[in-house]
């Protein structure tokens, strides 16, 4: 459990705390802050710092523009890189109206409001693990990011190959200190590129660590002159950044995914939930993958998931099954990338494996060929889709999904749609590099 009021102030007084910020999640997965100083705690801890909701992306209009911020005062913690004259904490809040209620617009809330459908159904946790995988490029003398990467490593390689890691330990010393519990940091398969594991969390718990290591990773590598990216494909051909979320829902201390002599070891749960994820994987894929770019790496060739099929061993689908067993017994989906909403993505995960939970849906057959080299007929005859190719067509599917779009709720569905058909709209008409290479000898 978290601190009191009380013990939060005594806290600030020994780490010579002088500000803090009060974060939140907009529409888009970007990490918003107000900062106050010392003088403004007891105003924010009685949850009555007010802020203008219409600057914010997919929050609300000019005209109802107030918006109160709720701290959560389990996510307390004080950033060990700032300055010893005076340090910054950081609650990550809540967005309510002012008249009280929480607001529909909130991503932290929209999660919250679809793990009580899963209360509902008897479960009592959604247990989330992920791994963000990142690039890191060297900073020009602007202190702006270029493509120049700082290493030639590979996956698992050492020093010297991988000048990032003094980067990568540093970051994991700072998350250590900030209370994560790291389980592995590597080298990634492309140059430059690095993931660092932590442990798995409930889904609201979870979702907060991913914006805090996003936000850790971006400040410790600019001290060492480096520019993080949670891009999903920041360069053509290396593979790109994922964030694979690996998924189970307990009832108690009881892994609701195990059946110790079910087929594979998995229970009629997981079966189902894996179902729901297959039915809505057209459809969540928009909030999952939410960029052009995203779509840049669901591509063949690159160990990045392009088509809808699950295994217990095979690596090539969207679904795998991992191993382990016992508490461990997890379905992990490997579509998704750090570009997603981390709140919004589990919204969108959970609300498709509950659907196929309360509807009794069956799985397909397990697919454990290597999908890559199956051509389209082969895919076909074995009840394998293909994820959708571009923002716009991932946008159509999302817009047919009643599942999804409740998950979302009408506030952010409508703004998400608004964002993001205006986001493939200049895209679609901008002239790229390329078009010119190819074009303009030619004709």
Sequence with gaps: ??????????????????????????????????????????????NQMVFDGSSIEGFVRIEESDMKLYPDLDTFVVFPWTSEKGKVARFICDIYNTDGTPFEGCPRYNLKRNLKRAEDLGFTAFN????????LFKLDEKGEPSLELNDKGGYFDLAP???????????VLELEEMGFEIEASHHEVAP????????????????????????????????HGLHATFMPKPLFGVNGSGMHCNMSLFKGKTNTFLDENGPLELSETAYKFIAGIIKHALSFTAVTN?????????????????YVAWSGSNRSPLIRVPASRGLSTRVEVRSVDPAANPYLALSVLLASGLDGIENDLDAPEAVDRNIYIM???EREANGVKDLPA????????????E?????????????????????????RTQVHPWEREQYMSSY
């Design 128 to 135: 989330i693990g992920t791994e963000p995988e990142f690039f």
């Design 403 to 427: 599942t999804i779009i409740e998950a979302l709720g009408e506030h952010l569905f409508e703004h998400f749609i608004e964002s993001k058909e205006i986001e493939w709209d200049m895209f």
């Design 1 to 46: 459990m978290g601190l009191t009021k009380e013990e939060i102030k005594q806290k600030i007084n020994e780490e010579n705390v002088k500000f803090i910020r009060l974060q939140f999640t907009d529409l888009l997965g970007t990490i918003k802050n107000v900062e106050i100083p010392l003088s403004q705690l007891d105003k924010a801890l009685d």
């Design 390 to 401: 571009t923002l716009a067509d991932a946008l159509d599917e999302l817009k047919k999904d």
């Design 192 to 223: 430059g590129q690095h993931e660092i594991d932590f442990k798995y969390s409930d889904a609201v718990k979870h979702a907060d660590d991913i914006q805090t290591f996003k936000l850790v990773v971006k400040t410790i590598a600019r001290k």
């Design 161 to 171: 190959t991988d000048l990032g890691e003094n980067c990568r330990r540093d970051i």
């Design 290 to 306: 939410p960029t052009v770019n995203s779509y840049k790496r669901l591509v063949p060739g690159y160990e990045a998931p392009c």
């Design 375 to 377: 051509d389209k007929e």
